[in-house]
Every structure is written in structure tokens, then in C-alpha cells.
């Protein structure tokens, strides 16, 4: 009898909250959660097709991405960082909310490590490209009760400041490359 009571207090203490308490939700309705404490191997995330049909324009058409492709544009990225790319970051201009971006501002900004970031994965076939948008995101704001993973598949997360805390990559999976690595500016 002892040996099963302390069975369930471990396993009570090592799990995470599957229900929500609704005081606990009223005091603290967001919990943070930083990639560079999270597990290594699970910090890869892909959004789900309804979460971001609004998210595009018209000349974009949204697709279901494969864990196949996750993985080829997951790998794309890191070779083009491990090949020094990552020092060029393209800074969006403040006509990017209409879909209108500009790179021709330029930094020298090193981003964290690819191990620092959550990574969360969309994809859209655009003039016969089947690209990959990677959103970088060093911590994020959960609802209380719900996991990381849930809340990345769920929900387009893109703040628009933060700096090296934050950015995106777009790859093209038809020419194998990244065509764009952006920062966040500091707000």
C-alpha cells in the first residue's frame, strides 16, 4: 500500500497540469516558457492548416506541412546558419502589417542559437514554390493548463519586437535554400 502511495506522489509530481483551475487561471492566465530550458528535442512545432488561413494573402495558398518537410527545412536552416548566414538580418519596415516587406535594411545582428528558439512551422505554395515559414521564438506565453506543443500548433505566434528574441525564416523547399532570416527590432 505505501509502495503504491508513493508511485502516485511521484507521478503527481512530475506531470503537468491537465485541468484548469479556474482560480489559478484568473490569478495567473498566461505562464511563460523559455525554449533554452525546454527539452532539445521537442521545440519544433507544426501549426496546424486552419490556425493561419487568415494569416496570407491571396497570391499565397496554405498547405498542411509534413513532418518530412518540417524536418528538410528544419535542416536547410541549420546548414545555412552553420554556414554563417544567420549574421545578415533582414529588419521588416513598418509597411510589413500590409504585406509589403522591405530587406534592404541591413544589420549585423547574431541571433541566439537554433537550440535557444522554439520553432514554429507553417507552409504555402506561392508561384509554384512550396515555401516554409519558421517563426523563431525564444519564450512564449501559454495559457494556463495548456502545453507549449498545443498552443504552437494552435495558435500563429509572431510578435513584432523583442529583437534577437524573435524572428523569421522563410525556406524555399522546390530551390532548397533560405530566402529570407529575419530579427525583430527592439520596441
Not at 485541468?19 to 492566465?29: F, G, I, K, M, N
Not at 527545412?73 to 549574421?87: R, S, T
Not at 519596415?93 to 528558439?117: F, Q, R, W
Request: include cysteine; aromatic fraction near 10%; glycine fraction near 6%.
Amino acid at each position: 500500500m505505501i509502495v503504491v502511495l508513493v508511485v502516485v506522489a511521484g507521478c503527481h509530481y512530475t506531470s503537468k497540469p491537465r485541468t484548469v483551475d479556474s482560480e489559478q487561471a484568473r490569478l495567473y492566465p498566461r505562464v511563460p516558457y523559455e525554449a533554452i530550458k525546454d527539452n532539445k528535442d521537442s521545440l519544433d512545432f507544426i501549426l496546424s492548416l486552419e490556425a493561419f488561413y487568415e494569416e496570407f494573402g491571396k497570391d499565397k495558398k496554405p498547405y498542411q506541412l509534413s513532418v518530412d518537410e518540417m524536418k528538410m527545412a528544419k535542416k536547410i536552416l541549420e546548414k545555412y546558419v552553420e554556414d554563417g548566414g544567420n549574421n545578415l538580418v533582414a529588419e521588416p519596415k513598418a509597411s510589413a502589417k500590409m504585406g509589403k516587406e522591405g530587406c534592404d535594411v541591413m544589420e549585423n545582428i547574431k541571433p541566439l542559437p537554433l537550440t535557444h528558439y522554439y520553432k514554429q512551422y507553417l507552409g504555402y505554395e506561392q508561384k509554384g514554390h512550396h515555401i516554409v515559414e519558421i517563426n523563431l521564438l525564444a519564450f512564449v506565453y501559454v495559457n494556463y493548463g495548456e502545453s507549449v506543443s498545443a498552443y504552437l500548433q494552435r495558435v500563429y505566434s509572431l510578435p513584432h519586437d523583442g529583437g534577437k528574441h524573435f524572428g523569421r525564416v522563410l525556406v524555399d523547399l522546390t530551390d532548397k535554400k533560405v530566402i529570407r532570416f529575419s530579427l525583430n527590432a527592439v520596441a
